[in-house]
């Protein structure tokens, strides 16, 4: 397969490749999909400051997170079902993210478990879970994570109530996939997704719900999975989390500045800025405009991520130059899972790492480490 150029091109790959249902229930996102399209548009509120002559002949793209070095500033991050857009898919995008030196986070939701993740893939992992009603499941997610030996924790907070996703109700898109006769016409019109898949599907399940003798039948999982989740969740549960889970923890779906803050006085190792990729509520704020005011909240006393709209190197730099730490991908890595499974998501990687390298060495930055700020970014309107 030729080399994509851009993730717009492992987009429409995935398009090509996937059952109607299946592209959507990964491009879409919530009601009329404002807060989606923001995110992306948000990177070209800032332009980028060239220095060509600081001599910039050599990049280090690498960066400290949570005692770790990465040789890239972004991650993979939580995608649930990643298994139904290639078999094995989770397993394949952890392998792809190693070999690129960075992070995979595990999605709760994810097909394989976490110790089937745990046992075909020696890299860096992190586990994303939630607040329960069932307060005794997120401490057995949290124990399992830590006999699996997942380096990190996340806890998605923007979750609590699923978006309304109306890609996904016009579709009927379903787990297990129905299989009527609409249902049957999208999968047949792509012969190599079902082809890759046909052993897969009749037994595709949410990996980690799936309790040692207890086969309880997805369709029903699916079904009482949003019903599982606790919307009273309040701080006191991220408290309890903390004092659960001893390693790093990351509260992931932050916006506003002073939860933010409360996050960093409970001791949250790290905050992902995040709109859950405008799946959840519609109208919310585009995640890098919600950058700066979480960083003014928070200063340097946890590291600050971002996620939401990130399409190309020049958004990462953006995003590191305004302050955050690193970057998640959430739909480029799925597209590219669906376009070529492992070899896809690696060369999704190194086609961001090409761009960032070529972005840094344009604008004379030798170091990520050493981002100086301001002087890389302008806003939009006072350059033009
Ligand atoms: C298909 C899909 C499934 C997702 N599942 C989860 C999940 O299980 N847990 C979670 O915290 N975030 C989940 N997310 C949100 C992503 O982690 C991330 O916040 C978002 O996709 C980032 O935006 P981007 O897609 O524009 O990169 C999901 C996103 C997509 C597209």
Request: net charge positive; glycine share 10%; aromatic share 8%.
């Amino acid at each position: 397969m030729t080399q994509a150029q851009s993730i717009a091109e492992f987009r429409r790959r995935a398009q090509a490749r996937l059952p109607r249902p299946v592209f959507d229930f990964a491009d879409g996102g919530a009601e009329d999909e404002g807060t989606l399209r923001a995110n992306e548009r948000a990177f070209e509120s800032w332009q980028l400051l060239p220095q060509p002559l600081r001599g910039a002949a050599t990049r280090d793209l690498s960066v400290e997170l949570l005692g770790q070095r990465l040789a890239v500033p972004f991650l993979i991050g939580p995608t649930g079902l990643a298994g139904l857009f290639w078999p094995q898919g989770e397993v394949a995008s952890a392998r792809a993210a190693h070999r690129m030196g960075t992070v995979y986070c595990l999605s709760h939701g994810s097909v394989c478990s976490m110790e089937t993740l745990a046992q075909s893939h020696a890299g860096l992992r992190w586990m994303q879970v939630f607040i329960y009603k069932d307060r005794g499941f997120t401490r057995e997610l949290a124990e399992r994570a830590r006999e699996c030996r997942f380096a990190a924790l996340i806890l998605t907070i923007d979750n609590q109530l699923l978006g309304k996703r109306e890609r996904d109700l016009a579709n009927g898109f379903a787990i297990p996939p129905r299989f009527g006769l609409r249902e049957f016409a999208h999968y047949v019109s792509k012969p190599r997704w079902w082809w890759s898949m046909r052993r897969e599907l009749p037994r595709l399940s949410f990996g980690n719900y799936l309790r040692e003798g207890s086969p309880a039948s997805v369709a029903n999982l699916a079904g009482k999975m949003a019903g599982m989740l606790d919307p009273a969740m309040h701080w006191d549960d991220v408290a309890w989390l903390r004092t659960l889970w001893p390693g790093p923890l990351l509260l992931k779906g932050v916006l506003h500045p002073a939860e933010a803050a409360q996050a960093a006085r409970i001791g949250v190792d790290a905050l992902i800025v995040s709109n859950h990729g405008g799946r959840q509520l519609d109208g919310a704020i585009a995640s890098l405009d919600a950058l700066p005011a979480v960083l003014d909240a928070v200063g340097t006393s946890v590291a600050v991520l971002l996620d939401g709209g990130v399409r190309r190197g020049s958004h990462a730099l953006k995003a590191l130059a305004l302050g955050a730490r690193a970057v998640l991908l959430g739909r480029p890595h799925l597209w590219a899972l669906a376009s070529d499974g492992e070899a896809g998501v690696y060369a999704m990687l190194e086609l961001l790492r090409q761009e960032l390298d070529r972005a840094m060495g344009l604008c004379g930055i030798s170091s990520l480490g050493a981002l100086p700020g301001a002087a890389v970014l302008a806003p939009t309107r006072a350059v033009r």
